[in-house]
């Protein structure tokens, strides 16, 4: 059968969609992914051939202004257009968006075609576009079973967020750390804004490094385009041993080489770090939807999986104190990296795909 799946906008909808895509790919289906017009999109799935990949008219909607509402409207009946067209050649057995509003047309699309259509939220509050989508679809799965209520009138099966293939493969911890420069003797810290970086938190780490002894600990640290240059002098200057790069494509390693990390708490972030059972210190975008970053990260704080570091309370002293604290408690990390592991879904992408596939079949 085929199927079509919108997974655009951010790593966080694009990186699980590509596992459940990979998923039906390995059952014997064909997979359309619908993209963003984003260049995040057109880097992740370069060389991805196994799917057919369509980058498709869109745009979040940027406040209730009539100018936000015209050209939020525009993008919109220009995507839903494509999408209807892509469908009438394709004819899709099910629609599955990971979130976002590049989401809503696809899904739209697949109800006028009357097949199956579904939603995949991971956080543990839906956003809005989401919201929207819910009231479209044959059902929404969910990443965290605390977001279930959010959705009182919807059929909602958790599922989990799924990790795409490639972080499934073995990593070798020597060989992980030598292709970054790094040695074996150090402890490892990760710094990773996500998919486009994030400003906030690579200020709050530069700052920090002034705190920090130049020897404690070796740094991958993943700052974004814009900040980059930035990020490398302060390395630099603090005489830290240190691999910086704007973007990274083969995060198994990343992690395999990590001791613990930094990082915003996007759902996927999230599900990656628990699959490394990587303890972590977080600290939520200050600026996420109805702060679902806060919420997503109060999860691992009860599970005593990650330390919960708002952005405003991320001065240098703080987070130099607690980077050294679990640096100088060994036993801590251990176990704090048992209880991120305990967080981790297991075969999330399949589960969404036997969904998927069970309606689509009936």
Do not use: W, Y
């Given at each position: 059968m085929n199927f079509?799946?919108?997974?655009?906008?951010?790593?966080?909808?694009?990186?699980?969609?590509l596992a459940v895509g990979e998923v039906l790919r390995a059952r014997g289906h064909e997979v359309m992914l619908i993209v963003s017009e984003k260049e995040i999109d057109a880097i992740a799935t370069q060389g991805r051939v196994e799917f057919r990949v369509e980058r498709v008219h869109g745009i979040g909607l940027q406040g209730r202004s009539p100018v936000a509402l015209l050209k939020f409207a525009l993008k919109f009946y220009a995507?839903?257009?494509?999408?209807?067209a892509l469908f009438?050649?394709?004819?899709?057995?099910?629609v599955l968006g990971m979130g976002g509003f590049t989401s809503l047309a696809p899904i739209l699309a697949g109800r006028k075609r009357k097949v199956p259509t579904f939603v995949h939220d991971s956080n543990a509050v839906p956003g809005k576009?989401?919201?929207?989508?819910?009231?479209?679809?044959?059902?929404?799965?969910?990443?965290?079973?605390?977001?279930?209520?959010?959705?009182?009138?919807q059929e909602c099966i958790v599922t989990g967020t799924p990790v795409r293939s490639s972080l499934a493969q073995s990593v070798d911890r020597a060989q992980a750390l030598e292709s970054f420069g790094?040695?074996?003797?150090?402890?490892?810290?990760?710094?990773?804004?996500?998919?486009?970086?994030?400003?906030?938190?690579?200020?709050?780490?530069?700052?920090?490094l002034a705190a920090m002894k130049a020897g404690e600990l070796q740094v991958i640290h993943l700052a974004g385009q814009q900040d980059e240059e930035m990020v490398r002098a302060a390395y630099a200057k603090a005489g830290m041993r240190a691999y910086v790069a704007p973007f990274f494509n083969r995060m198994e390693n990343a992690y395999g080489a990590a001791d613990f990390a930094i990082a915003r708490s996007g759902a996927a972030s999230l599900t990656e770090l628990s699959h490394f059972s990587l303890p972590s210190i977080l600290i939520p975008y200050p600026f996420a939807a109805e702060d679902h970053q806060t919420l997503?990260?109060?999860i691992f704080e009860r599970a005593e999986a990650g330390v919960l570091l708002p952005e405003r309370e991320a001065t240098p002293e703080v987070l130099a104190q607690?980077?050294?604290?679990?640096?100088?408690?060994?036993?801590?990390?251990?176990?704090?990296?048992?209880?991120a592991g305990e967080l981790a879904p297991r075969d999330a992408a399949a589960r969404v795909a036997d969904v998927i596939l069970s309606h689509a079949t009936r």
């Open positions: 079509a799946i919108a997974a655009g906008g951010t790593g966080g909808h694009l990186f699980p969609g995507g839903l257009r494509q999408c209807r009438a050649a394709f004819r899709p057995a099910a576009a989401n919201k929207i989508n819910a009231h479209f679809c044959t059902a929404v799965l969910l990443g965290f079973a605390e977001c279930v209520q959010h959705f009182p009138k790094l040695d074996l003797t150090s402890k490892t810290l990760l710094v990773m804004g996500g998919s486009q970086g994030a400003h906030g938190l690579n200020i709050a780490v530069c700052r920090a997503n990260a109060k607690i980077i050294r604290a679990l640096l100088d408690e060994p036993a801590r990390l251990a176990e704090m990296s048992a209880r």
